[in-house]
Structures are given as C-alpha cells and as structure tokens.
C-alpha cells in the first residue's frame, strides 16, 4: 500500500520527500566526520610509555615514508593549482562523502550544496582536470552527481585526434570496472585507434569543451553496420574518488 | 509498553545505522569491489524474532531510507523487505529459526529474493539499471554476507535482552541449585 501511494505520488513531492528522508542522515554525517577527526588526532599520540621506544626507531623510517607521501602529494596539489590556474573556469573544491548504496547506479554524494552555490547540471572534473561526472541533486548543505558510466550521464564527446564526435554512454553489459565507458554513434567510415584520446565536444552545452575524458582501448562496428562503438578507459579513477571540482562558471 | 517503545527505538536506531554505513563507508566497496547489502538480514531477523507491527515498520523505514540514499525511485525497496520479512513471520513457527544453519540459508534466500524483487520492480518503473553477469556473481556473494549476518544480528539481540532486561520469572526453578534437597535413594 505504502508502495502505491509513493509510487503515483507526483514525481516533483517525490523528490521533495526523498531529500527530505535523506535529510535524516545529516546528524550522522556530522558525528561521522567529527569521529573521523577525534581519531585522527588520538591515533597520533601514544598512551603506552613502553611502545614509545619501539615507535622511536621506526620513527626514523616513518619519517622517510611520510617525507615521499608528502612529495607525492605536494606534486599532486602543485599540478591541480597549475590546472586551477590554467583553465578559464570557476572551481569549488569538494568532498566526496558518500556513494550509492546500490551497485546499478553511479552516483557520489558531495558535501557541498545550494548554500554554498551550487546548482544542478553543473560539471565535475578530478583534481587533476579529468571529467567526472555532473551534478543532479542539490540540497541545502549536500548535492548528489551522477559519475560517467552511470545511465544518466550521457553526452557528446570526440576523438581528440579526428575531430570524430559520438556519444559517451554507459557500458551496455554491467562492468565492474569503474574506468569503463562506451563511446557509440561514431561514423563507420573513420580509423578508431587504441589509445585515441577523448574529449567533450561542447555541444548540448552540458559541459565545457576540450575536457578530458580517457582513451580509447578497443572498438568495433555496431552490429547493424551504421556506425562505430568504442570502449573508452577514462582517465579519472572514480572508485577512489576523494575530492572533486565542480565548475561553477564555465 | 514502555519496553514495546524502546525496542521499536532501539530498532528503528540500528536500521538507521545500517543504512548509513553502506552508504557512507567506503572500505566494503574498494575491499570486495562492491558495497553489500545487509538489509534483507536485517528484515529476516525481525521477522524471526519480533511481531508483524515491528516487520512492517522495520520494511517501511529501511527500505524509504536505502531508497533516499540511492538513484533508486522512491519507496522501490520497501516492498522486497516487507515480503522477506513477512514471510518468515509467517512461518517461523514450522520451521527451525533457532538452528544456527537455518538462519545462515534463511538470509542467504531472502538476499537473493530482495534483489531479485529490487532488479524487477525497476524494470517495471522504467528505471535503467545497469545489470550484468557479473551482478549475478556479487548477488551471491552479498547473499553469503546476508546469511552470516542474520545468526549475528540473532545473538546480538539475545546478549541485548541479556544486558537490559530483568531476567525471566520460573516459579518452579530453585535460585541456587545446590541448595536444593534431592530425595530418593542413590
């Protein structure tokens, strides 16, 4: 009963209800990130006197370690500040603080939302400039994004190289591989190579042009001989996603 | 009353929990590939242990808050839990539910009829999932996970009544049992 009821409901107080019983989980987030936080800064001070020595000599090595993450890191936030600076557009640094709880769907909830400027269809890219995804669901302090592979997060790409512009869509058998999408509708009559660079074409308006999406890894003629498809390997890993930014001017 | 309350609560608390943590922890999914779902067990427990008030409010508030954590249309994963966990309400009197084994393919059926229901209602409300094989490989994994899940949840509700309930009242049974005469011949 309750079923039919949420079920014929009109789609927009659909919506609303759903943000609204999603809006539950915000007290738990918050605990979450603060418990996060307090473990950090406990796991970082020993309570034990007689591991103290121990931890002393692996001090030196652990410096080591921590000197080379460090590095790694500093040229992975030099090389997004150099992206921040190249790009014409608007960023907003964000979080990614939860996902779907179901494996069909694609989707990243990021912890940033209307009150902090963001809208709806606005375009994501990784830290280091690779597209992600785009932003559908937006609440006041959260937002939701589908991620590319997702069934609803299709649009126009090209082949960097030809200048050939198909459809980027999601794979047609469910891959595990979150780096897996399917570039289809490309003309039959045009060399598709592996490793042919992806980009967005711009059209639709959906997202800037010239974003990097992946390469190419393998492709074939669609089965009624119209066009070709190609399985693209995009550049972003999306199962490790931690941060994001959201064009907010593009 | 009052203990029909705060069970109801203490329910309604833990399904919240359980709903939030697939969702929010991430090392499931970058461990097993994909994030499990632990509901269906969550419901099979309900419905062995608890009255047909406590399924049905367990099916309406798991399934509403999975749902808002989800691409999923709203309100698609209360019935596959109500069923679940109604139909081992129904029968839970015939068949063996205190049988450790039982439990174990008690969840793992209810796993897999959850998500059979989920994937066909989908379907029917025209939403595009994207299913394959390999679903099929991580359904019965996830059913795995269920099955050891409602034996967990069982022992867990037990130790709970241990801690916070008074223990049960047995006139005919001694307090301290050496203390009890024994008569007749050895």
Excluded at chain 2, 76 to 102: D, H, N, Q, Y
Aim: charged residues 15%; proline residues 5%; hydrophobic residues 45%.
């Amino acid at each position: 009963m309750a079923l039919i009821v949420l079920l014929i409901i009109p789609g927009i107080a659909r919506a609303k209800l759903k943000s609204t019983i999603g809006g539950m989980f915000l007290p738990a987030i918050g605990v979450s990130s603060v418990g996060n936080n307090v473990l950090g800064v406990l796991s970082s001070k020993s309570l034990n006197p007689v591991q103290d020595e121990i931890i002393d000599q692996a001090l030196d090595s652990d410096l080591k370690l921590e000197n080379i993450h460090l590095r790694a890191e500093n040229l992975r936030l030099r090389a997004a500040a150099d992206w921040g600076l190249r790009v014409p557009w608007k960023t907003k640094l964000a979080q990614v603080i939860g996902r779907d709880s179901f494996n069909w769907w694609r989707r990243v909830k990021l912890n940033l939302g209307s009150q902090h400027g963001i809208r709806s269809n606005q375009p994501l890219v990784s830290i280091e400039g690779y597209l992600v995804g785009r932003i559908t669901e937006v609440g006041l302090k959260t937002s939701w994004a589908v991620l590319l592979g997702d069934p609803n997060c299709r649009f126009s790409a090209l082949i960097k190289s030809s200048r050939q512009q198909g459809g980027i869509v999601s794979p047609r058998r469910f891959n595990s591989n979150y780096r897996i999408v399917e570039l289809t509708y490309l003309p039959n009559d045009i060399e598709v190579r592996p490793g042919n660079l992806v980009v967005t074409s711009g059209l639709g308006g959906a997202f800037p042009k010239e974003i990097p999406v992946g390469q190419v890894e393998d492709s074939w003629l669609s089965r009624d001989g119209l066009y070709l498809e190609a399985k693209v390997k995009i550049h972003a890993d999306l199962n490790r996603l931690e941060e994001v930014r959201i064009l907010t001017e593009y | 009353m009052t203990f029909r309350i705060s069970k109801m609560l203490l329910l309604l608390i833990g399904a919240y929990f359980l709903t939030f943590i697939q969702s929010y922890w991430h090392w499931p999914r970058l461990l097993l590939g994909f994030q499990p779902d632990l509901t269906p067990a969550f419901l099979v427990f309900v419905g062995m242990t608890m009255g047909a008030g406590y399924v049905s409010s367990m099916a309406l508030a798991t399934g509403l808050w999975l749902d808002s954590l989800s691409a999923n249309p709203f309100g698609i994963s209360v019935f596959p839990l109500f069923f679940v966990g109604w139909v081992v309400f129904c029968v839970r009197e015939k068949i063996m539910t205190r049988e450790f084994m039982a439990q174990i393919y008690l969840g793992i059926i209810a796993s897999l009829i959850v998500f059979l229901f989920q994937l066909i209602l989908l379907r029917m409300f025209s939403a595009n999932p994207m299913i394959g094989w390999e679903m099929v490989f991580w359904s019965l994994l996830n059913a795995f996970f269920c099955g050891l899940f409602v034996p967990l949840f069982t022992l867990s509700h037990k130790a709970f009544g241990r801690w916070f309930s008074h223990p049960s009242y047995e006139p005919n049974k001694w307090l301290d049992n050496n203390r009890q005469i024994v008569r007749g011949k050895d």
